[in-house]
C-alpha cells in the first residue's frame, strides 16, 4: 500500500465549476500537508500549506485536512482555464522528505 | 529574491554513462532536497543536503550521490546509468526564515537514457 493514494484522473470539467482533488495517506505521523501546482513540464510551485485539521483559505483555493480519517482535500472555486495542470498533494513528518500522490491531471474547458 | 535554478534543463545520456545535474537554492535557503518524477507519477525522494551533509536518503541505490557545497548549491550525480532512470529530477530547496518544512522547487532537469 502506498503511504499517499491520489485519484490520478485525468479530470475535466467545465470554466466556473467547482472542482474537489483529494488524497488519503496511511501514515498517522504525518504532520504537514501541502499541495502543489505543477504545469506541463515545469517544476512544483506550492499552493497550499496546512498543518492542523480543518479547513485553510487563500482566494479561491481551500485546503481542508481531516486528520482523524487520514483525508485531505483541496477545492478550487470558480475555476479557470488557467488552473489546468496536474496538483500534487505532499505530506511530511518533518523538514525532511516530501512523501506525493501520484498528482491528478484537471483540465478546465472554457 | 532569487528562486532555484537548475542545469541542464535536458540532457541525453547512453546506459552505462554518468551524469552530473545541479541546483542552486534559493537565496537564504540551507537545505536541498532531490526529487525523481518518472512520467505520469508524483516526485519520489532521493536525499536531502542540509550545511553540507546528507540528512536523509530515499529508497535509492548508492549509485545516486550527492554533493552540497559552502554556498548551499548542490550536485546530484549518477552513475551506471540505466534506461528506468530517465526521468524529471526536481531539485527543492527549504530551511530559510519561516515555515522549516516548505520545499521549493526548481524547474527540473529532464534526463532520458537511451
Known amino acids: 500500500q502506498k503511504e499517499v493514494e491520489q485519484d490520478p484522473g485525468p479530470l475535466s470539467v467545465p470554466e466556473g465549476a467547482i472542482v474537489s482533488l483529494n488524497c488519503t495517506y496511511s501514515?498517522?505521523?504525518?504532520?504537514?500537508f501541502m499541495w502543489y501546482r505543477q504545469y506541463s513540464r515545469k517544476g512544483p510551485e506550492l499552493l497550499m500549506y496546512?498543518?492542523?485539521?480543518g479547513n485553510k483559505e487563500d482566494g479561491r483555493f481551500t485546503a481542508q485536512v481531516d486528520k482523524s480519517s487520514k483525508y485531505i482535500s483541496l477545492f478550487i472555486r470558480d475555476s479557470q482555464p488557467s488552473d489546468s495542470a496536474t496538483y500534487l498533494c505532499?505530506?511530511?513528518?518533518?523538514?525532511?522528505?516530501?512523501?506525493f500522490g501520484q498528482g491528478t491531471r484537471l483540465t478546465i474547458n472554457p | 529574491e532569487t528562486g532555484v535554478t537548475q542545469s541542464p534543463t535536458h540532457l541525453i545520456k547512453t546506459r552505462g554513462q554518468q551524469v552530473t545535474l545541479r541546483c542552486s537554492s534559493q537565496?537564504?535557503?540551507?537545505?536541498v532536497s532531490w526529487y525523481q518524477q518518472a512520467l505520469g507519477q508524483g516526485p519520489q525522494f532521493i536525499f536531502q543536503?542540509?550545511?553540507?551533509?546528507?540528512?536523509g536518503r530515499g529508497n535509492f541505490p548508492p549509485r545516486f550521490s550527492g554533493l552540497q557545497f559552502p554556498n548551499y548549491s548542490s550536485e546530484l550525480n549518477v552513475n551506471a546509468l540505466e534506461l528506468d532512470d530517465s526521468a524529471l529530477y526536481l531539485c527543492?530547496?527549504?530551511?530559510?526564515?519561516?515555515?522549516?518544512?516548505?520545499?521549493?522547487f526548481g524547474p527540473g532537469t529532464r534526463l532520458l537514457v537511451l
Open positions: 543536503y542540509y550545511r553540507e551533509e546528507e540528512n
Open positions: 496546512t498543518y492542523s485539521s
Open positions: 501514515n498517522s505521523a504525518f504532520q504537514y
Open positions: 505532499a505530506m511530511t513528518q518533518g523538514a525532511q522528505k516530501l512523501v
Open positions: 527543492a530547496s527549504s530551511g530559510g526564515q519561516g515555515l522549516q518544512e516548505t520545499q521549493y
Open positions: 537565496s537564504g535557503h540551507n537545505t
